[in-house]
């Protein structure tokens, strides 16, 4: 199996990050699970905003950029929310992704893209963060530069459906998610 780098929301580094990354290790991967802050993760969206402007996005870059440091090219590059476009700005600088899994939002532009790039989202339907305009533009240019991307939209659930400690979550779509991740992950 390969492995996998999962880049945390604007919550931090949370249990249900480490839980997603116990998973994928027990479907055999190794999973990389770096916290981008260096603090105490939060319990609101609010309070992850303020963190992030406090630590400053490029910081939150470079971080994911020396998590990286070490593992190999085709390292899957996969986040949730934040950590989703965390993983698609690196993709410019890691032409050898296996793979682009994107949870809880959209991540990556069509410059980045090789052809035949393996890209899985998982968004929830209409998701308060990405309207569906936007994604479905963002769909169109990626799969025009080459990307073979599997879009799964999750009607009437919230923004982060798979984490079990936010009002958001549905155990139904998380289970449906983590079904087709691991499917994903394993074609690799």
Do not use: C, K
């Not at 630590?55 to 190999?72: E, Y």
């Not at 996969?78 to 793979?99: K, Y």
């Not at 209409?126 to 999750?154: C, F, I, K, N, S």
Request: proline share 7%; aromatic share 6%; net charge negative.
């Amino acid at each position: 199996m390969g492995h996998v780098v999962l880049f945390h929301s604007v919550y931090g580094l949370r249990p249900a990050v480490l839980a997603a990354a116990d998973r994928l290790r027990a479907a055999g991967h190794r999973v990389h699970a770096p916290d981008l802050y260096g603090v105490p993760a939060v319990n609101s969206v609010a309070e992850g905003f303020a963190v992030l402007e406090r630590i400053g996005q490029q910081t939150v870059l470079d971080r994911a950029r020396a998590a990286l440091d070490g593992l190999p090219p085709d390292t899957v590059l996969a986040g949730f929310s934040m950590g989703a476009g965390v993983a698609g700005a690196l993709l410019a600088e890691r032409p050898e992704a296996a793979g682009l899994l994107l949870l809880h939002g959209t991540g990556g532009s069509a410059a980045a893209v090789r052809p035949g790039l393996r890209v899985q989202l998982h968004l929830a339907d209409p998701d308060a963060y990405d309207p569906p305009d936007e994604v479905d533009a963002w769909q169109r240019e990626m799969t025009a530069a080459g990307a073979d991307l599997v879009a799964h939209r999750y009607p009437g659930v919230g923004h982060l459906f798979t984490d079990p400690t936010v009002v958001d979550h549905d155990p139904v779509a998380a289970a449906l998610t983590w079904d087709r991740v691991t499917a994903f992950l394993a074609r690799g």
